[in-house]
């Protein structure tokens, strides 16, 4: 170890090989430019995307591939908005009809105010989307007995919320995520609630393999240099984790030897 | 009987539309100005995958999605 960023320090998700910690959304920025700047300043190499339905009645209007490129970024298709299992393999087929993926994202969500997810319908999604071929990074609740039934019914992620999707308010359950990177042998990625950069190195100073993040991006005053300082604060995290971090002490040991004291 | 017999009823991203002179997938896409590429089409609930497009007829009442990927978290 020499002191440098762990140039070899990768991680692996259904058979794909990443160097980048940070994976952002591409919702909410003012326009498609300001986001792919958003998204190479963070250093992502995966993207989420959602899918709509084209507007027909100006199909002249910017399309997000012409400016955040499929062949730069690995997209990773949600599920946002649906509610139903049936709804989110429905539109999970659709985008892999057209980007040609099988690498997706599920969230079946329960309710619009707070947009935590159903883990019932979700862990039936998920057994659906498994059927037919899918590889299923799952957001789910911080709830480590569901986390364990998702990766029993082979996610190829699991993906806690740190709180409610967009609402920034950081970590809400430290001991529950401890418990879910623990027990996982799928990579743990925290997904929703970041709001600042030690929000994300708290995450990955957990040992969370990755940190998926949208808002905190996109509503910074400045998003571009919010997405840099949460490319710090990921390999930060990331490199605190490894190094290992000293025991706390009740008490004060000083820095400076007391020998040779004047 | 010569014009009319090609006017197309269908109802496309919950609108209904009609459409002259086509016939299938290939057309409709190209009719509504669409980037083949960058969209994913439905028919009737039904993937409608990207290399059939030219061989999927369509019907009158036949439903269909286009739908592309945007931003989201």
Known sequence: ?262 | MATGATQLQLIVNGEDRAFDGVADVAGLVRALGLDVRKVAVERNLEIVPRSTYDKTKLTDGDRIEIVHFIGGG
């Open chain 1, 1 to 262: 170890m020499d002191g440098s960023a762990q140039i070899d320090d990768t991680w692996s998700v259904a058979g794909r090989t990443f160097r980048s910690r940070l994976i952002v959304g591409t919702g909410k920025y003012k326009d498609y430019a300001q986001n792919a700047a958003a998204a190479e300043a963070a250093g992502a190499e995966i993207v989420t995307v959602a899918i709509r339905r084209v507007n027909l009645s100006d199909p002249s209007q910017p399309m997000l591939v012409d400016y955040v490129k499929p062949d730069r970024f690995t997209f990773l298709p949600n599920t946002a908005g649906c509610f139903t299992g049936e709804d989110a393999v429905r539109t999970l087929r659709l985008a892999r009809e057209a980007g040609g993926w099988d690498l997706v994202k599920l969230e079946v969500l329960s309710n619009t105010k707070h947009l935590l997810p159903d883990m019932e319908e979700t862990l039936r999604a998920l057994k659906l989307l498994i059927a037919e071929g899918f590889q299923v990074m799952v957001y789910c609740s911080d709830d480590p007995v569901y986390a364990q039934k998702l990766e029993d019914a082979g996610a190829a992620a699991i993906m806690p919320a740190a709180a409610p999707i967009g609402s920034g308010r950081g970590i809400q359950n430290l001991l529950n995520l401890g418990l879910i990177i623990e027990q996982s042998r799928v990579p743990v990625l925290v997904d929703a609630g970041v709001g600042t950069a030690s929000d994300a190195v708290i995450s990955m100073e957990l040992g969370c393999d990755a940190v998926l993040m949208n808002t905190a991006i996109a509503e910074a005053k400045d998003p571009i240099r919010m997405a840099r300082a949460m490319k710090h604060a990921v390999i930060a995290g990331r490199e605190a984790f490894l190094a290992g971090r000293m025991d706390r002490r009740m008490y004060a040991d000083p820095s400076s030897p007391r020998a040779g004291l004047i």
